[in-house]
Each structure stands twice: as structure tokens, then as C-alpha cells.
């Protein structure tokens, strides 16, 4: 269920918030652990990339999630600010 009343977080600030810096974990550490470019995931921490089904893979691996977790973190951000867009829209 989406959030009615705050915007769902970014996945990136999930990662960052819950699983990077608990683990005193570094984004050149887990982008290495991964075997991804630090660009890519810096991107996604910083809330400028989305995560990918590939990426998902890779962060289940890493922090024994799954890749639904990270996929519905993506989709419910996705559907929320989709839904504000199309609202404005309809409302100009």
C-alpha cells in the first residue's frame, strides 16, 4: 500500500539508511562486493538512479534480501510520484 500522507522513500536512502551504514559498510565496498561501478550505486544511494532488476539481484546477494524487497521499494516510489504527476496534470 502506497503512503498517503509522505512519499514512499527511495530505495537509495533505504540502502544508505538501513544497510550501508549500519554495517559501517562504504559504497566503494559494496560497489566492489558487487562488481558494479561505483558511479552506478552512488547514483542510486544518492536518489538519482532507480535499482534495476540486475541491481536488485546484486543487493539481495549482498545483504540477504530479496530482489522483491528492492523491486517494490523501486515500484512503490515509482507508482507514487507517477500518481502526483498525474494528478497535477489533471488538476492544470
Do not use: C
Not at 538501513?18 to 544518492?46: C, D, H, Q, W, Y
Amino acid at each position: 500500500m502506497l503512503p498517503k500522507h509522505r512519499a514512499p522513500s527511495h530505495p537509495g536512502e533505504v540502502l544508505r539508511a538501513e544497510f550501508l551504514e549500519p554495517l559501517g559498510m562504504t559504497e566503494t565496498a559494496a560497489a566492489e562486493k558487487m562488481g558494479m561501478p561505483l558511479n552506478r550505486l552512488s547514483e542510486i544511494v544518492n536518489g538519482k538512479r532507480g535499482v534495476s532488476a540486475d541491481t536488485a539481484l546484486k543487493l539481495s546477494n549482498l545483504f540477504n534480501t530479496t530482489p522483491q524487497f528492492w523491486m517494490n521499494l523501486q515500484t512503490n516510489f515509482d507508482l507514487y510520484h507517477a500518481r502526483k504527476r498525474q494528478l497535477a496534470a489533471s488538476h492544470a
